[in-house]
C-alpha cells in the first residue's frame, strides 16, 4: 500500500473518531441549561391544606438533550442563610397508553426544547410564583453523560477491584435558575 494511502485512510479515521467525541465534549455537561417559567394553577382545590399544584414550563436552552431529576422551588434569601423551600416538582408519573401511571427517575427535556411538569407550590407563596420572586435549585444531568454512567457502571460489574477506582464520577449536580412569571 503506498504512502499516500495510508495517509488518506489514517485522515478518514481521525475525522470518523472525531465526529463523535466532538459530540461528547459538546454535550457532556452544559451550563445551567434549564429556564422554568411558573405557566398556570391547577383549577382543582388544595392538594393538602396550604398546597395547590401548578404548572411550570421547563425550557432547554443547551445543545443537549438533559434528564430532570428534580426540583425545589426556594425564596431566595440574601443574608446568606439557606433560601426558604416553597415547592418542589417531582419525582414525576407517566401515563401510558393504557392510561395507568408509573412512576420515574427523569423527565428528559429534549435539546433547545420545552417540557411542562407539574409541581407542588405553598399557597403563601402563589403571588411570589406568578410575579417571579421564586428561585429552583434543580438536579440534572446530560442525556449523554447518563448513558456514559451506564456504560461505566455495566464495566465496572465486571472488572477487577483495581480498576473500579479509575472510573470516573458521575454524580448528579445542582443548578439554581430563577422561576420566571406569569407574563401578562
Known amino acids: 500500500m503506498s504512502h499516500r494511502t495510508k495517509l488518506i485512510i489514517a485522515a478518514i479515521f481521525l475525522v470518523l473518531i472525531a465526529i463523535p467525541a466532538a459530540y461528547v465534549i459538546r454535550t457532556w455537561h452544559p451550563t445551567n441549561p434549564l429556564r422554568f417559567r411558573f405557566s398556570e394553577?391547577?383549577?382543582?382545590?388544595?392538594?393538602?391544606k396550604g398546597i395547590r399544584k401548578i404548572?411550570?414550563?421547563?425550557?432547554?436552552?443547551?445543545?443537549?438533550?438533559?434528564?430532570?431529576?428534580?426540583a425545589s422551588i426556594e425564596v431566595p434569601n440574601s443574608k446568606g442563610r439557606a433560601?426558604?423551600?416553597?415547592?418542589?416538582?417531582?419525582?414525576?408519573s407517566h401515563s401510558s397508553i393504557g392510561g395507568a401511571s408509573r412512576?420515574?427517575?427523569?423527565?428528559?427535556?429534549?435539546?433547545?426544547?420545552?417540557?411542562r411538569i407539574t409541581a407542588e407550590l405553598r399557597t403563601e407563596y402563589m403571588t411570589?410564583?406568578?410575579s417571579g420572586r421564586l428561585q429552583v435549585t434543580y438536579h440534572w444531568m446530560s442525556v449523554t453523560k447518563s448513558?456514559?454512567?451506564?456504560?461505566?457502571?455495566?464495566?465496572h460489574g465486571g472488572s477487577p477491584q483495581w480498576l473500579r477506582?479509575?472510573?470516573p464520577d458521575f454524580k448528579i449536580k445542582p443548578d439554581?435558575?430563577?422561576?420566571e412569571g406569569v407574563a401578562e
Open 128 to 130: 411570589d410564583g406568578k
Open 41 to 48: 394553577v391547577h383549577p382543582e382545590a388544595d392538594l393538602k
Open 55 to 70: 404548572t411550570v414550563t421547563v425550557e432547554n436552552a443547551s445543545d443537549a438533550p438533559v434528564q430532570l431529576y428534580g
Open 176 to 179: 439554581i435558575a430563577p422561576l
Open 165 to 167: 477506582s479509575l472510573s
Open 83 to 92: 433560601p426558604e423551600r416553597a415547592g418542589f416538582c417531582g419525582p414525576w
Open 147 to 155: 448513558k456514559s454512567a451506564g456504560l461505566f457502571k455495566w464495566i
Open 103 to 115: 412512576p420515574v427517575r427523569f423527565v428528559v427535556v429534549p435539546a433547545r426544547g420545552t417540557t
